[in-house]
């Protein structure tokens, strides 16, 4: 079997690695390559070093305003969103009536595109700011509130599924040894549940932090970074230097590589730290 396997491997797997170079790999060197030049297109490229990376910093205060502004954003998002997920998992894994319907509920925002969901928010979130004389675009508040709450609506069902599964992947014998042993709620839930679900809290941690740090569609969708570019995050700052600015592209190549950086460096980060906890099965 194994050598029948070390046989056809090469056949099977090489249209998947064909296709990782081609999407994946080369366009990514290439984006590494162009963020030290000053471009057009790709084929009159001029290598200028560093000063894309110094112009980022140096001549763009939009680059650092939107990645504090994104940072918050993150903060608020990863916190909210995996304590209410994760008491959401808590109370659908009991034996409650209509426990199925409403996990199903929970879920389905998760389904719907970003675009439509920044659209949907902010018909809503105007409908209520209207009434006020304000919109959502009138101050930066409003669309850092309006994302972090488009943020939660989408994410929280998600992550709440993830939190049951480990949640029901708990052994029973080991939750009817803590009740023998008269351990309380609040004790079963800091020394039995929350470590033996380490692995999905691993796993939303770093779904929570990588899609924070990259939303794209809802920001563009609900404030487009009004107003003055000041509900703008990382993403949709690369998209507009790279886009909209003539004489940008190598600093928008620049920014993408940076941003892949920290949002690398940060995921590597919780990563490590979170399978540390986890409890081994």
Not at 5 to 22: D, E, G, W
Not at 32 to 49: I, P, Q, W
Not at 248 to 254: C, R
Request: hydrophobic share 55%; charged share 10%.
């Amino acid at each position: 079997m194994n050598r029948t396997v070390r046989r056809y491997f090469p056949i099977f797997v090489m249209p998947t690695l064909i296709a990782f170079l081609i999407a994946f790999a080369v366009p990514f060197v290439l984006g590494v390559l162009l963020s030290f030049t000053e471009f057009r297109t790709v084929s009159d490229a001029t290598f200028v070093g560093f000063s894309n990376y110094i112009r980022a910093f140096k001549d763009d205060r939009l680059f650092l305003d939107a990645l504090w502004f994104t940072v918050k954003f993150s903060v608020i998002s990863v916190i909210g969103i995996n304590v209410i997920a994760f008491i959401l998992a808590m109370l659908f894994t009991r034996d409650i009536p209509g426990t199925n319907f409403f996990r199903t509920v929970f879920f389905m925002p998760n389904l719907i595109g970003g675009i439509v969901l920044g659209y949907i928010w902010q018909v809503i979130i105007n409908g209520v700011l209207y009434k006020f004389g304000y919109s959502i675009t009138s101050n930066p508040t409003y669309g850092f509130w309006g994302l972090v709450i488009l943020m939660h609506w989408q994410m929280i069902g998600y992550m709440m599924i993830i939190y049951i599964a480990g949640i029901q992947n708990i052994p029973t014998d080991i939750l009817e040894a803590a009740r023998v042993d008269g351990a309380n709620a609040f004790t079963t839930l800091f020394r039995i549940t929350i470590p033996s679900v380490m692995p999905s809290i691993t796993i939303c941690l770093f779904l929570t932090i990588t899609n924070s740090f990259k939303l794209f569609d809802q920001n563009l969708a609900l404030t487009a970074g009004a107003p003055a570019n000041r509900t703008q995050m990382l993403a949709l700052d690369i998209y507009n230097t790279f886009y909209s600015r003539t004489g940008y592209e190598g600093v928008g190549q620049a920014k993408a590589v940076i941003f892949f950086i920290i949002v690398a460096v940060i995921a590597l980060l919780q990563l490590n730290l979170t399978r540390r906890k986890e409890v081994e099965s």
